[in-house]
Nanobody, 124 residues
Framework: QVQLVESGGGLVQAGDSLRLSCVVS????????MGWFRQAPGKEREFVGA????????YFADSVKGRFTISRDNAKNTMFLQMSSLKPEDTAVYYC?????????????????WGQGTQVTVSS
């Protein structure tokens, strides 16, 4: 059974940085493309960013481009989301996704595995 477990969320102030982690178990991590989605209160879940199975060429939503980066450590079965210059509008539950493909699609309903989510709150 494949499991994705996120961690690292919390309450920060605008302008701060935060790093989220997603640990995968139950499947070879190197066979998975990985990504992040988020859902703010009262809003639809949206794509944040992703890193291909090959490990290079990450891509992001325009709203976070230049502020967020994604990396993966195949030896630790872990993906990271480094968030900088956080804004109150980044407040959301952040979800890790994994796909049995080369790339993660940006559509919400096209993913093989989901984590349970971790809350990120950015105060102004």
């Amino acid at each position: 059974q494949v499991q994705l477990v996120e961690s690292g969320g919390g309450l920060v102030q605008a302008g701060d940085s935060l790093r989220l982690s997603c640990v995968v178990s139950g499947r070879s991590f190197s066979t998975l493309a990985m990504g992040w989605f988020r859902q703010a209160p009262g809003k639809e879940r949206e794509f944040v960013g992703a890193i291909p199975r090959a490990g290079s060429g990450s891509y992001f939503a325009d709203s976070v481009k230049g502020r967020f980066t994604i990396s993966r450590d195949n030896a630790k079965n872990t993906m990271f989301l480094q968030m900088s210059s956080l804004k109150p509008e980044d407040t959301a539950v952040y979800y890790c996704v994994a796909d049995r493909s080369s790339y993660v699609r940006v559509e919400v309903n096209e993913h093989d595995y989901w984590g349970q989510g971790t809350q990120v709150t950015v105060s102004s």
